[in-house]
T-cell receptor
Framework: DTGVSQDPRHKITKRGQNVTFRCDPI?????LYWYRQTLGQGPEFLTY????????KSRLLSDRFSAERPKGSFSTLEIQRTEQGDSAMYLC????????????????????FGPGTRLTVL | AQSVSQHNHHVILSEAASLELGCNYS??????LFWYVQYPGQHLQLLLK??????LVKGIKGFEAEFIKSKFSFNLRKPSVQWSDTAEYFC??????????????FGTGTLLAVQP
């Protein structure tokens, strides 16, 4: 499968624990996005990378959340001191865009989504 | 800030019925518009997209959507639904020149159930 992959698919943790999720984008994609989806809602943007640079972060991303993409390929999302309100599906998406530009054209910004990691905080 | 409204949260149709799902967005500038679909147990997939040109866009599986700029709408349609169209449908918008860069703003989704 050459699509976006995420690991783990499910994570159950106790409140206060730290968790880390991984996303492997489509190999030629230089842009990577994290979204969060709670029950009955659409995905909400968390953060965006172009190559290894984190270019945008949502206000939803509190200090307990950190994301990295060290080599411009896979990305990790870490949540420290988890709270019950962090329970959600965490989605990763990737797309291809021109280097050094946020410009969007017909062939860009089609974001391909992974299967998500479902986090349950007890 | 941009937002997307999907007015129908749950829709139940019989096979062969026509479908129209509403989507309205709030943003006055240039937008790119998308419909994503999530079939049971599967991940989000792009159904169709509008960037520019003909406001009537055709997607996969017989779906189409019409962009009406004056109404800030991008409604999804299908003339005859099938049981296999049972899924959750999300409208999304991106405002490439409004400082929002690449992020997608999603609506809350519409759960479609098609009865055989």
């Amino acid at each position: 499968d050459t699509g976006v992959s995420q690991d783990p698919r499910h994570k159950i943790t106790k409140r206060g624990q730290n968790v880390t999720f991984r996303c492997d984008p489509i190999s030629e994609h230089n842009r990577l996005y994290w979204y969060r989806q709670t029950l009955g809602q659409g995905p909400e943007f968390l953060t965006y990378f172009q190559n290894e640079a984190q270019l945008e972060k949502s206000r939803l991303l509190s200090d307990r959340f950190s994301a990295e993409r060290p080599k411009g390929s896979f990305s990790t999302l870490e949540i420290q001191r988890t709270e019950q309100g962090d329970s959600a599906m965490y989605l990763c998406a990737s797309s291809f865009g021109p280097y050094g530009s946020h410009e969007l054209t017909d062939s860009y910004n089609e974001q391909f989504f992974g299967p998500g990691t479902r986090l349950t905080v007890l | 800030a941009q937002s997307v409204s999907q007015h129908n949260h749950h829709v139940i149709l019989s096979e062969a019925a026509s479908l129209e799902l509403g989507c309205n967005y709030s943003y006055g500038g240039t937008v790119n518009l998308f419909w994503y679909v999530q079939y049971p147990g599967q991940h989000l997939q792009l159904l169709l997209k509008y960037f520019s040109g003909d406001p009537l866009v055709k997607g996969i599986k017989g779906f189409e959507a019409e962009f009406i700029k004056s109404k800030f709408s991008f409604n999804l349609r299908k003339p005859s639904v099938q049981w296999s169209d049972t899924a959750e449908y999300f409208c999304a918008v991106n405002a490439p020149y409004g400082g929002a860069t690449n992020k997608l703003i999603f609506g809350t989704g519409t759960l479609l159930a098609v009865q055989p």
